[in-house]
């Protein structure tokens, strides 16, 4: 009888143990997850806004016929346009001194909303983009990412993201977003 008592009250340890085991994880893990989603929210939005850069970069850098909506000849209206659609009054960096010549503008949809998206040209027919978005978190330095056959660079500046993305040559794309970020930082255009 004292057998089956102790084996009856084994067995139910070991359930209240497991039990317990399986709370504690269970409870660690969702803990985890929700202290994720709050801390890594920022981080997680500027590389989405980053990914979608660059994705929109590989998708449009080889058009030779579209690339764009609007032509580079139309700056006055493709600022306008794409500064109501973002919410924003952007500005539209003049790189010819770097070699680039803005061959247009598009609309495209992004994380956040609407965003904006300019191409540019060397003579070479290298092509680099700056994407702007509204930013899903704070305003930050430049950030290089790199890729196989693309990189990017990456800032937020007063509640807009912008993402400079080119071919995998890290000094040319360096040249080209420090310039794209002294003219946009310049202006000191901001509208709230």
Same mark, same amino acid.
């Given at each position: ?22 709370? %504690? ?15 890594? *929210?920022? *981080?997680?939005?500027?590389? &989405? /806004? ?5 994705? *929109? ?6 058009? !030779?016929?579209? @690339?764009?909506? !609007? ?7 493709? =600022?306008?346009? $794409?500064? &109501? =659609? /973002?919410?924003?009054? $952007?500005? /539209? ?5 770097? +070699?680039?010549? $803005? ?9 956040? +909303? ?5 191409? #540019?040209?060397?003579?070479? +027919?290298? =092509?680099?983009?700056?994407?702007? %978005? &509204?930013?899903? +978190? @704070? ?10 056959? #693309? ?18 040559? =890290?000094?040319? $794309?360096?040249?080209?977003? &420090?310039?794209? #970020? ?11």
């Amino acid at each position: 009888m004292r057998d089956q008592a102790q084996a009856r009250w084994s067995a139910r340890s070991l359930a209240a143990i497991a039990a317990t085991v399986l709370f %504690a994880f269970v409870a660690g893990g969702g803990t985890g997850w929700f202290a994720h989603g709050v801390t890594g *929210a920022a *981080a997680n939005g500027s590389d &989405k /806004i980053t990914a979608d850069a660059v994705e *929109a970069y590989r998708l449009y850098v080889v058009e !030779v016929r579209h @690339p764009v909506e !609007v032509p580079g000849s139309e700056l006055a209206h493709m =600022r306008n346009w $794409l500064s &109501k =659609r /973002i919410g924003h009054e $952007l500005n /539209i960096p003049d790189l010819q001194s770097i +070699g680039l010549k $803005l061959v247009g503008g598009r609309l495209l949809p992004g994380p956040t +909303g609407a965003a904006a998206f300019y191409m #540019y040209e060397g003579p070479s +027919g290298e =092509r680099f983009t700056i994407y702007c %978005a &509204k930013a899903a +978190g @704070p305003e930050t330095a430049l950030r290089f990412k790199d890729g196989k056959r #693309y990189a990017s660079f990456t800032w937020v500046d007063d509640k807009i993201s912008y993402v400079v993305s080119g071919p995998a040559n =890290r000094d040319r $794309l360096e040249t080209v977003a &420090k310039n794209a #970020y002294e003219q946009i930082d310049k202006t000191g255009v901001k509208k709230g």
